[in-house]
């Protein structure tokens, strides 16, 4: 037994989750089963109609994007800032009416929900025996991205994030390990990671998440400071892996999802101190995010740490 299947995540089905208080939640999933069997044009279609009704009861969640929109781009405009949250939210409907497919629908119909490019660069790693580290924003389509490479056969180290709601906890570890053989919760960390790679796994390494302030190192971000966790060259080190930046983004013309994988790169120029791999990583994710403003999650606190002496920018002013 290794000492890192403690970080292993696992949730099998319990009867208790029949409870009544869970109907609602089932009613949801219902619906989100329907949707990943309904016409893609259709379902478009709802999700651009729900997008108004959406704007006005998600209070909290706009404030998020308000602030976090503020603190970036202090040059732009209320008016701006409430017509890129609307599209934002609009974003987020594309992509999550259509999640449940990855849970649910044939590999041969998820693999046909992509318009790839540069695939070419993460054959040539492959190829040559070596691991990619994907390197990406939390996009609404990122679900898709990793669903991508583990339906194509590519081993992964899969990471989760633990919701209140154990429905959705089951659903989540469902849907993932239906390309891959575990999950892991992330406080298994970069040990995980290194073992995971050392096995011939591949990685997404997903730099606007923010550690607190004990891991991370400040640098600037936009028109702020953000908090970023300078771990990457010590993975490049440990395990040899190449650096893959990867953009994810919802096609609404054509109702597919766009997934770019540019060609791979070392931050060996930033590893001298965790202050330049901290910037290195910001700029790499601030060019990420300016690919289309309207696809990145937003909603995320990705701001919550902030440098000494500065107020939490998410509090309400009374």
């Known amino acids: 037994m290794s000492s890192l299947d403690k ?22 999933v219902l619906f989100l089963v329907i949707c990943a069997y309904t016409p893609v044009k259709i379902r478009d279609w709802i999700a651009v ?5 959406v704007y006005r009861i998600a209070k909290k969640p706009v404030h998020v994007i308000d602030c976090n929109l503020k603190a970036c781009f202090s040059d732009m405009t209320e008016e701006e800032r409430k017509a890129l949250i609307y599209k934002n939210i609009e974003m987020f409907l594309l992509s999550v009416l ?9 590999k041969c119909h998820i693999m046909s929900r992509y318009n790839v490019q540069g695939l070419e660069h993460f054959k040539k790693i492959v190829d040559d025996g070596e691991q990619a580290i994907f390197v ?8 898709y991205a990793g669903t991508y490479f583990m ?52 990685l997404f390494f997903l730099p606007d998440q923010d550690h607190g302030a004990d891991k991370c190192e400040f640098a600037t971000f936009f028109d702020t400071q953000k908090a970023s966790l300078p771990i990457l060259s010590r993975l490049c080190k440990a395990t040899k892996g190449r650096i893959i930046p990867l953009h994810i983004a919802y096609d609404v013309e054509y109702h597919r999802f766009n997934l770019t994988i540019e060609p791979p790169f070392d931050c060996s120029g930033a590893e001298d101190c965790k202050e330049s791999e901290a910037q ?31 107020n939490c920018i998410y509090k309400k002013k009374k």
């Not at 970080?7 to 949801?28: D, I, R």
């Not at 989540?172 to 919760?185: A, G, L």
């Not at 701001?303 to 000494?308: A, G, N, Q």
């Open 7 to 28: 970080y292993l995540y696992k949730v099998p089905f319990k009867w208790s989750f029949l409870h009544p208080k869970y109907w609602g939640t089932w009613l949801m």
């Open 49 to 53: 109609r729900l997008t108004g009704f």
């Open 98 to 106: 259509g999640q449940a497919e990855l849970a649910f629908r044939s």
């Open 136 to 143: 990406a924003g939390h996009t609404w389509g990122l679900e």
């Open 151 to 202: 339906a194509g056969g590519m081993p992964m180290v899969t990471f989760i994030n633990e919701h209140k709601n154990p429905i959705y906890n089951w659903l989540s570890v469902r849907q993932r390990t239906r390309f891959c053989d575990s999950v892991y919760v992330r406080e298994g960390g970069i040990r995980v990671m290194l073992k995971g790679m050392k096995e011939g796994k591949h």
């Open 280 to 310: 290195f990583l910001n700029h790499l994710l601030e060019d990420l995010i300016m690919r289309d403003l309207t696809q990145y999650m937003w909603i995320l606190r990705i701001l919550k740490t902030r440098p000494e002496g500065e």
